[in-house]
């Protein structure tokens, strides 16, 4: 009973074993590739894991507070940022092994000649509430 | 209408379902919208025998739940002879049932679910709002439980252990939504205890009834975790101390002692000091020593060692924490407050500050960053 985010980059992961990017797919690899992580999520709500899925749009802004009065100050986007995060799902499962083997899972999500792609994907524990017993 | 009455008689009216023929899955799932209808129906409407009504309507739902199912199946069968809707048994075997949602067959999740749902008499809604996932989710992870459990038999017991943990599981969880999970385990725990005479199940009985004893001094108005020294132990709810002790006190005399009377005679030796100075440590070195003869496990060594470090001075309690894996939860949070007792204010900032970047829960982590930004921040001066 604990929550992980799983995390899938644009960039900054290592590079997957598959690396041919997307829009060099051909259309029906594409829908393979997306039928694919609906299936994922659609079985993983049947298990009673699923939390959230969600996708991110590659470009963002960033902003900052400039004084009392004033309106926000954006800067951005920035091509060369390092990191660039682009979807994530949320599970609920019961130990850490059960998060790794979903992820592993999904990362074998099939992309160029319909291969998996072996990308890696990151697993982050959510912080809990403190439990009720506390010695 | 009282909410948690209704839901007291869940379990009661699911095992009468079930010894009428009724398949735990489909009984389960009749009880369930009978106490929908209930919500709806009684406020304008209250039944003379709630009981009785809830059983009349879920037999019903049951019944005819199940003939569609058979005209799906066999148009030309109809189920026959319901039975007459007769005196309801006084006295209900809901035992049985806390055996079957805690089945060692399901994971911890599933149990902690189903046992919220059968046993409970939550909506799924509620649960899933409890456990912080989607509804759909946790009618799956229901669904999924109950058919793991179809073909186990509701006619004999089971391991009280495994009931107490999921029960402990729940209590854990405490409060993140709508319901109150503390308040649900402890309710369940009484409940329990009154099914069955098991000095462990009245063990964890007082165990939570002492930590929720001290809830509402747990945390400050600005939602900050307040550690147990710290306490306004004026806020301690002494009715529910004096019954958590007189609990555990009947359950000791039996002399068939587990981890959970270990657990509750720690909390019940807190709870008996009246300022943090008077807290009798040795008396706490003593039992964690009875809890680890119990179940040798890191944690308890851990705690242990937290209690060695107050009873014999804060060199002993390190010296005690050497033996230990330093990548244990929370191995950190104790070393660091050993040393700062110790007087090593450096160390101690260091180690707060590490402690606070692996916590696996917020509010403990803020704690632990306030705790380094004292220390760094009086070394500063």
């Given at each position: 009973?604990?929550?992980?985010?799983?995390l899938?980059?644009?960039?900054?992961?290592?590079?997957?074993?598959?690396?041919?990017?997307?829009?060099?797919?051909?259309?029906?690899?594409?829908?393979?590739?997306?039928?694919?992580?609906?299936?994922?999520?659609?079985?993983?709500?049947?298990?009673?894991?699923?939390?959230?899925?969600q996708?991110?749009?590659?470009?963002?802004?960033?902003?900052?507070?400039?004084?009392?009065?004033?309106?926000?100050?954006?800067?951005?986007?920035?091509?060369?940022?390092?990191?660039?995060?682009?979807?994530?799902?949320?599970i609920?499962?019961?130990?850490?092994?059960?998060?790794?083997?979903?992820?592993?899972?999904?990362?074998?999500a099939?992309?160029?000649?319909?291969?998996?792609?072996?990308?890696?994907?990151?697993?982050?524990?959510?912080?809990?509430?403190?439990?009720?017993?506390?010695? | 209408?009282?909410?948690?009455?209704?839901?007291?008689?869940?379990?009661?009216?699911?095992?009468?379902?079930?010894?009428?023929?009724?398949?735990?899955a489909?009984?389960?799932d009749?009880?369930?919208?009978?106490?929908v209808?209930?919500?709806?129906?009684?406020?304008?409407?209250?039944?003379?025998?709630?009981?009785?009504?809830?059983?009349?309507?879920?037999?019903?739902?049951?019944?005819?739940?199940?003939?569609?199912?058979?005209?799906?199946r066999?148009?030309?069968?109809?189920?026959?002879?319901?039975?007459e809707?007769?005196?309801?048994?006084?006295?209900?075997?809901?035992?049985?049932?806390?055996?079957?949602?805690?089945?060692?067959?399901?994971?911890?999740?599933?149990?902690?679910?189903?046992?919220?749902?059968?046993?409970?008499?939550?909506?799924?809604?509620?649960?899933?709002?409890?456990?912080?996932?989607?509804?759909?989710?946790?009618?799956?992870?229901?669904a999924?439980?109950?058919?793991?459990?179809?073909?186990?038999?509701?006619?004999?017991?089971?391991?009280?252990?495994?009931?107490?943990?999921?029960?402990?599981?729940?209590?854990?969880?405490?409060?993140s939504?709508?319901?109150?999970?503390?308040?649900e385990?402890?309710?369940?725990?009484?409940?329990?205890?009154?099914?069955?005479?098991?000095?462990e199940?009245?063990?964890?009985?007082?165990?939570?009834?002492?930590?929720?004893?001290?809830?509402?001094?747990?945390?400050?108005?600005?939602?900050?975790?307040?550690p147990?020294?710290?306490?306004?132990?004026?806020?301690w709810?002494?009715?529910?101390?004096?019954?958590?002790v007189?609990?555990?006190?009947?359950?000791?005399?039996?002399?068939?002692?587990?981890?959970?009377q270990?657990?509750?005679?720690?909390?019940?030796?807190?709870?008996?000091?009246?300022?943090?100075e008077?807290?009798?440590?040795?008396?706490?070195?003593?039992?964690?020593?009875?809890?680890?003869?119990?179940?040798?496990s890191?944690v308890?060594?851990?705690?242990?060692?937290?209690?060695?470090?107050?009873?014999?001075?804060?060199?002993?309690?390190?010296?005690?924490?050497?033996?230990?894996?330093?990548?244990?939860?929370?191995?950190?949070?104790?070393?660091?407050?050993?040393?700062e007792?110790?007087?090593?204010?450096?160390?101690?900032?260091?180690?707060?500050?590490?402690?606070?970047?692996?916590?696996?829960?917020?509010?403990?982590?803020?704690?632990?960053?306030?705790?380094?930004?004292?220390?760094?921040?009086?070394?500063?001066?």
């Amino acid at each position: 009973m604990a929550k992980y985010l799983l995390l899938k980059h644009y960039r900054g992961a290592p590079a997957p074993v598959n690396d041919v990017p997307m829009d060099q797919w051909t259309p029906e690899e594409i829908s393979a590739h997306m039928r694919f992580m609906q299936d994922f999520a659609d079985r993983l709500e049947g298990t009673g894991e699923f939390v959230d899925a969600q996708a991110l749009a590659p470009e963002g802004t960033f902003v900052r507070f400039d004084g009392e009065g004033r309106p926000p100050v954006t800067d951005g986007p920035f091509a060369e940022t390092k990191d660039l995060i682009a979807g994530w799902m949320v599970i609920d499962v019961d130990d850490h092994d059960r998060a790794l083997e979903l992820a592993a899972e999904l990362s074998a999500a099939p992309g160029a000649g319909g291969r998996p792609l072996h990308e890696w994907l990151e697993v982050r524990p959510f912080l809990t509430a403190p439990p009720t017993v506390t010695e | 209408m009282d909410e948690v009455l209704l839901r007291g008689l869940t379990p009661g009216v699911l095992t009468i379902l079930v010894r009428r023929g009724a398949d735990f899955a489909a009984a389960e799932d009749a009880v369930q919208d009978a106490l929908v209808e209930a919500v709806r129906v009684w406020p304008a409407d209250p039944p003379e025998d709630p009981k009785g009504w809830l059983v009349t309507v879920a037999w019903r739902r049951f019944l005819d739940a199940h003939r569609s199912e058979t005209a799906r199946r066999r148009r030309e069968e109809r189920l026959q002879g319901e039975p007459e809707p007769g005196p309801v048994p006084a006295a209900d075997d809901t035992l049985h049932l806390y055996f079957l949602c805690a089945h060692p067959s399901l994971t911890p999740s599933s149990a902690v679910a189903l046992t919220l749902r059968a046993v409970g008499g939550l909506t799924t809604r509620q649960i899933a709002r409890a456990y912080l996932v989607p509804e759909a989710t946790m009618a799956q992870r229901i669904a999924r439980a109950k058919r793991t459990v179809a073909q186990v038999r509701l006619d004999r017991p089971g391991d009280v252990a495994t009931v107490l943990h999921v029960l402990y599981l729940i209590f854990n969880e405490g409060y993140s939504g709508d319901v109150d999970l503390a308040a649900e385990a402890l309710r369940l725990t009484r409940r329990l205890s009154t099914e069955i005479d098991h000095p462990e199940v009245a063990g964890l009985l007082a165990l939570m009834l002492l930590h929720h004893a001290r809830r509402a001094a747990r945390t400050a108005a600005d939602g900050a975790l307040v550690p147990l020294a710290e306490q306004d132990r004026s806020r301690w709810d002494t009715r529910a101390i004096a019954e958590g002790v007189r609990t555990l006190q009947a359950a000791l005399a039996r002399d068939r002692l587990g981890p959970y009377q270990a657990q509750a005679a720690v909390a019940a030796l807190h709870a008996d000091a009246p300022t943090v100075e008077e807290t009798d440590w040795v008396q706490i070195v003593e039992w964690y020593d009875e809890l680890l003869r119990l179940t040798d496990s890191p944690v308890v060594r851990l705690n242990r060692a937290v209690a060695v470090g107050e009873a014999d001075g804060p060199r002993a309690g390190l010296a005690a924490l050497a033996d230990l894996d330093a990548t244990l939860p929370r191995y950190t949070a104790v070393a660091a407050h050993l040393h700062e007792r110790d007087g090593d204010l450096d160390t101690a900032a260091r180690l707060y500050s590490e402690a606070a970047h692996q916590a696996s829960d917020a509010a403990e982590r803020d704690h632990l960053t306030r705790r380094a930004a004292r220390l760094h921040h009086r070394r500063q001066r």
